[in-house]
């Protein structure tokens, strides 16, 4: 199995940045892709953004296209969301996610790093 920990949530102003962190541990393998998804207060969970992992072809979602910029680092095998120009609406506990080995959803779970923007 693969075991991830979210980091570097926090808050911040509106129109500030912060990057998350997604740590990959145990059979690292075997992953095949990284997607971060939200969850604000009251609302359902959604897709935020994905990636091939060691790929380049990333996917956002409508609402972050032009301000969040996903990456993974094979090496340490660690998955990074950068997120410029926060807006209010951001904020969520936002969870890292895998989809390991021939699965056609995503298996491995954090268990979420909060982030707050306030206006």
């Known amino acids: 199995q693969v075991q991830l920990v979210e980091s570097g949530g926090g808050s911040v102003q509106a129109g500030g940045s912060l990057r998350i962190s997604c740590a990959a541990s145990g059979r690292t393998s075997s992953i095949m892709s990284m997607a971060w998804f939200r969850q604000a207060p009251g609302k359902e969970r959604e897709f935020v953004s994905g990636?091939?992992?060691?790929?380049?072809?990333?996917y956002y979602a409508d609402s972050v296209k032009g301000r969040f910029a996903i990456s993974t680092d094979n090496v340490k095998n660690t998955g990074y969301l950068q997120m410029n120009s926060l807006k209010p609406e951001d904020t969520a506990v936002y969870y890292c996610a895998a989809q390991t080995g021939a699965a056609t959803d995503f298996t491995s779970w954090g268990r979420g790093t909060q982030v707050t923007v306030s206006s």
């Open positions: 990636i091939v992992w060691g790929g380049t072809e990333a």
